[in-house]
Nanobody, 123 residues
Framework: QVHLVESGGGLVQPGGSLRLSCAGTGRSLDYYAIGWFRQAPGKEREGVSCISSSDDSTFYTSSVEGRFTISRDNAKNTVYLQMNSLKPEDTAVYYC????????????????WGQGTQVTVSS
């Protein structure tokens, strides 16, 4: 079983950047597809990005394509989400999650979840 801890959230102005981290303990994150999800108040949780376990293929939802980048650092057993050109509509609690299977957008497929980190984009 893997334990996930997110960090790096905060308050940033529109157009700014943040880098979220998802640190794993208990097992190597290499074994898992790692997804980033977000949930804004009053909205459903949505998939933002995912990196596969097999070949590190990356996937992005259309609203963040070209602005967000997901990556792995195996030495640190950490997955990152670099978020640039942030917009107010990116405001949400961001969660990372681990799945033994391939990347997907269905949160129900992910087996392990972190506690979330708040991202607020506001002037």
């Amino acid at each position: 079983q893997v334990h996930l801890v997110e960090s790096g959230g905060g308050l940033v102005q529109p157009g700014g950047s943040l880098r979220l981290s998802c640190a794993g303990t208990g097992r190597s994150l290499d074994y898992y597809a790692i997804g980033w999800f977000r949930q804004a108040p009053g909205k459903e949780r949505e998939g933002v990005s995912c990196i596969s376990s097999s070949d590190d293929s990356t996937f992005y939802t259309s609203s963040v394509e070209g602005r967000f980048t997901i990556s792995r650092d195996n030495a640190k057993n950490t997955v990152y989400l670099q978020m640039n050109s942030l917009k107010p509509e990116d405001t949400a609690v961001y969660y990372c999650a681990a799945d033994f299977g391939p990347c997907g957008w269905d949160s129900g497929d992910f087996d392990f979840w972190g506690q979330g980190t708040q991202v607020t984009v506001s002037s």
